[in-house]
């Protein structure tokens, strides 16, 4: 799988890889094909990849399962990633009171505590 490539494309790629392999008379099996795709993975997948090794078994795995389970996990990825993203965006913002010369010297120190609590 290549860098800032998605599920969908990497699939595009392997079956287009099999098919042209069929015609040269290299067929594999779909446990073959299964174990190959989660070799191919980044290592940010490998916690996904050790998950379906445990909780299916890959002889009798679908390979469309596989590519459902995969797009899910990365739907999953890009949701949590935009979250993060308006999460820092809305923390950003940070408003200070105005404060006018003719304020005491104790409102401008309760102030200045209050600021740095909330920092």
């Known amino acids: 799988m290549k860098e800032n490539e998605n599920i969908s494309g990497m699939f595009v790629r392997f079956t287009n890889i099999i098919n042209s392999l069929q015609s040269l008379n290299k067929c594999y099996t779909n446990s ?46 890009k949701n949590h990633e935009d979250e993060e993203e308006q999460d820092k965006k809305k923390k950003k913002v940070i408003a200070f009171k105005s404060s006018t010369p003719d304020s005491s010297e104790d409102e401008s120190d309760d102030e200045m505590a209050l600021i740095t609590r909330r920092f």
């Open 32 to 77: 073959e094909m299964v174990r190959k795709i989660l070799r191919c993975l980044p290592k940010s997948w490998m916690p996904k990849v050790t998950a379906i090794e445990e909780a299916k078994d890959l002889n009798t795995l679908a390979l469309e399962e596989l590519l459902g389970s995969l797009m899910t996990h990365e739907m999953t990825i």
